[in-house]
């Protein structure tokens, strides 16, 4: 554990390392992160795949991995979380919760706030559940790739994360889709099987759907609805 530094100073380090280690590679961004803040960082995992747990593990095996549980995923999602838990022993799940279950979500918001509004959905079951985790750590890091969407397109490998007050690193950030698939083949990395049925970019199960041939993989997310990014990134 690093001695703790403040806001400002988190910034400046940040606002440093987006110069510094903007050509960085993968491995470079992810030492830079465990040299830096020991175990004051977390990991995020949307747990589509174990890509980049299985990256971080291999310069810091005991990490914590931050899962949002919004109580609204696929079954197979689930199962990935709890798979990551065996095959990484000394990885440590964050579940973040919402402050509502769902059935008292439904209760003061009315059923089916996700279709109503899911913006509203996202803040109440994302957006607030991150923030009150990543308050306890001084960087995160995310499986964020510039080739997910447009709104990604400029994505740094280090940057400060306004929002939420701390450090966010991208290590995967330049990765095209050939060389994240090409890892996932080459080291064998747990993937939702969901996947491989036509869910290319998972969230919760209600808003996300099979993405057509061809298409955008973030076309499933809200399908029919302007939305496009649940709030943690954008």
């Given at each position: ?13 940040a606002e440093r390392a987006s110069g510094e280690l903007a050509e960085a590679t993968t491995d ?20 589509q795949d174990a890509v980049l747990v299985d990256i971080v593990t291999k310069v810091k095996s ?154 955008d993989p973030r076309s499933g997310r809200w399908a029919g609805k302007s939305k496009t990014e ?5």
């Open positions: 554990m690093t001695a703790t530094r403040t806001a400002e100073e988190l910034q400046a380090l470079e961004a992810i030492r830079w992160a465990v040299e830096q803040f020991g175990d004051d960082l977390i990991v995020a995992s949307n747990m005991d990490i914590d991995v931050l899962f949002l549980e919004t109580g609204y995923h696929f079954a197979e999602t689930l199962g990935v979380r709890d798979a990551v838990a065996t095959i990484y022993p000394d990885v440590r799940i964050v579940n973040a919760q919402a402050e509502q279950s769902v059935a008292e979500q439904d209760a003061e918001y009315g059923p089916k706030l996700h279709d109503r509004d899911p913006n509203q959905c996202c803040h109440l079951r994302k957006v607030v559940p991150l923030q009150n985790t990543l308050a306890g750590y001084s960087c995160w890091i995310t499986g964020v790739r510039r080739v997910d969407a447009p709104t990604r397109a400029n994505t740094p490998i280090v940057t400060w994360d306004d929002r939420n007050g701390l450090v966010k690193v991208n290590p995967i950030a330049a990765w095209t889709d050939d060389e994240f698939n090409g890892y996932i083949d080459e080291h064998g990395i747990l993937q939702n099987p969901l996947v491989h049925e036509g869910y290319l970019s998972i969230g919760c199960a209600p808003c996300t759907a099979k993405v057509a041939p061809g298409a649940c709030g943690l990134h954008a």
